[in-house]
């Protein structure tokens, strides 16, 4: 989260603001405002617009002025704000967007109206589904596609106010519609979205079904639950209330040891968290090498809290893995290159939480990049993720990742590896391999040899084939000739391409070693592995 935001609830300040823009001007000699107490705010209204619902909707005509204020004060003008409506079918009315204050709040005061709807129970259900998960419209009676993002450094709230008990798309109430509302609940808290409920008891017949399931959003996603009065009013003061509510923990991942949780990480590396490691139980161990065809556990370490936040966390720990090697891309819509093991939902307490994902069939050949990201709705991404995760892994810590493979050698029988050699950063690079070691080398009679393969081989040899402590040892194999520091320079990489690269350990010396291979792009680390040469 960032450093400014403030620890506890926020009290927000209302101010005489237009609804469409934001300036924060101050005249001279008059100090500026104080930072946004909040940060970048995401927000959708998710309304029950049937016939019942006539006091409420009046309610929120006469304050949408000033829940929209409030939001744009607080995140200092960077919001985005949107509005599904719902009776038995489901309108989107607003995409998040930003800076749409002005249309959501004309819709809200000049269409927005009461009407239809005529049974209970309604779509609450699915019409908090469309917002949380961006669903389509196809095959739904909903009129277009939900298309807005949520932003992974935002504070992202859903504000539900109906009367209804859920019904799904049949217009009939049971056990199955309060499992599809847990069922969105529940991954309102995976994608760090904080729901909160407003209930209008425009009748008591249903009252006892209604609160529990409303009551559950607020609970399972960190966020509260009010009843209005019957009448509806109330209505707007408790979304105001609801909005307050930004307090920020800070639950954090080692990128290395050095690390203390500081955004941006100032110490280089961010491929080498001590916080994730892959054991064959639940039970902890020291860390092994994935056992290829089993369920493997991924055991990674919550630290609370870090430096900009503080209290109990809770939100979403989510796991990934990619084949080893440097450069890997980020899309939150698909994953990138990296393909999804587990999640986990955890309340995370002061001290260190250890949560174990089950890895369930680990593919061959068995050797991978680890990614671990917290996701939370009152822990949100300081910056917004990219497409380059050693970008995102270095200036959020919510984010870690771990490349580290065990190879184990015979000393007369050598063992191979890979390194894939990509391209996240979005545009073409001249990229160095170095090949090194952060304390013991492997010595002796033992070898190093890379296989570029002959695609990158050319692209090595068309850049000038330069190399420092390398020396060619086959059609596209190079050999590590020092194995403190050999590098391959200025191989060029366009957007997009990822090489396999095969490595060869050959065992000397009895004893464990340690090799890494670090890809630069002008000078930068965009990722890295770490090999353990066991020699036995």
Not at 178 to 195: D, F, P
Not at 307 to 327: E, F, I, N, Q, R
Request: proline residues 6%; negative net charge.
């Amino acid at each position: 989260m960032h450093p400014f935001r403030r620890r506890g609830a926020v009290a927000l300040a209302v101010a005489a603001l237009t609804a469409s823009a934001v300036q924060f001007l101050a005249p001279a000699g008059v100090a500026a405002p104080a930072p946004a107490p909040c940060g970048p705010l995401d927000v959708t209204f998710v309304l029950d617009d049937t016939g019942s619902m006539g006091g409420a909707i009046t309610n929120l005509k006469t304050g949408i002025n000033s829940i929209v204020n409030d939001v744009v004060t607080a995140s200092g003008g960077d919001y985005q704000f949107g509005l599904v409506t719902f009776k038995d079918n489901i309108t989107v009315v607003n995409d998040l967007a930003p800076g749409n204050a002005a249309a959501v709040t004309n819709y809200v005061t000049n269409t927005l109206a009461a009407g239809g709807g005529s049974n209970e129970p309604e779509a609450s259900d699915e019409a908090l589904n469309t917002a949380v998960n961006r669903k389509p419209a196809a095959g739904r009676p909903q009129n277009v596609d939900f298309n807005g993002v949520w932003r992974t450094n935002a504070t992202k709230f859903v504000v539900l106010v109906t009367d209804a008990r859920p019904g799904g798309f049949d217009d009939a109430y049971g056990a199955a519609d309060v499992a599809n509302a847990s069922a969105v609940a529940n991954s309102a808290l995976a994608n760090g979205i904080k729901v909160s409920a407003v209930y209008v008891p425009t009748s008591a017949t249903y009252q006892a079904q209604i609160v529990p399931v409303m009551q559950n959003y607020a609970n399972t996603t960190g966020g509260l639950y009010t009843a209005a009065a019957a009448d509806g009013s109330g209505t707007a003061s408790a979304i105001r209330k609801f909005l307050t509510d930004c307090r920020q923990t800070d639950v954090w991942l080692h990128d290395q040891t050095t690390d203390t949780g500081v955004e941006t990480n100032p110490n280089g590396v961010v491929w080498n968290s001590p916080d994730i490691k892959v054991c064959p139980t639940a039970a902890d161990c020291p860390g092994i090498q994935p056992v290829v065809g089993a369920t493997n556990y991924v055991h990674v370490r919550l630290n609370n809290p870090g430096p900009y936040g503080s209290g109990t966390g809770l939100g979403t720990l989510k796991v990934y893995y990619v084949d080893a090697g440097g450069s890997t891309s980020w899309n939150n819509a698909t994953n990138g290159d990296w393909t999804f093991i587990g999640q986990q939902s955890v309340s995370v307490p002061a001290g260190v939480t250890v949560v174990k994902i089950p890895w369930v069939n680990v593919p061959g050949p068995g050797h991978f990049c680890l990614l671990a990201r917290w996701v939370s709705a009152t822990d949100p991404m300081t910056f917004a993720e990219g497409s380059n995760t050693a970008l995102n892994t270095k200036n959020n810590n919510n984010i870690a990742w771990r490349n580290f493979i065990t190879v184990r050698v015979k000393p007369t029988k050598p063992v191979k590896s890979w390194f894939t050699v990509g391209n996240a950063t979005g545009r073409t690079i001249k990229t160095d391999l170095v090949v090194g070691t952060p304390g013991k080398p492997l010595v002796g009679n033992g070898r190093v040899v890379i296989d570029l393969g002959p695609r990158l081989f050319e692209r090595w040899k068309a850049a000038g084939g330069q190399g420092e402590g390398v020396k060619q040892a086959g059609e596209t194999s190079i050999e590590i000739a020092d194995p403190r520091r050999a590098v391959l320079h200025g191989i060029l990489v366009e957007p997009g391409e990822r090489f396999k690269t095969e490595l060869t350990f050959t065992g000397g010396t009895v004893g464990e070693f340690e090799q890494t291979v670090t890809q630069l792009s002008e000078g930068e680390d965009i990722g890295g592995v770490g090999y353990q040469v066991i020699v036995e």
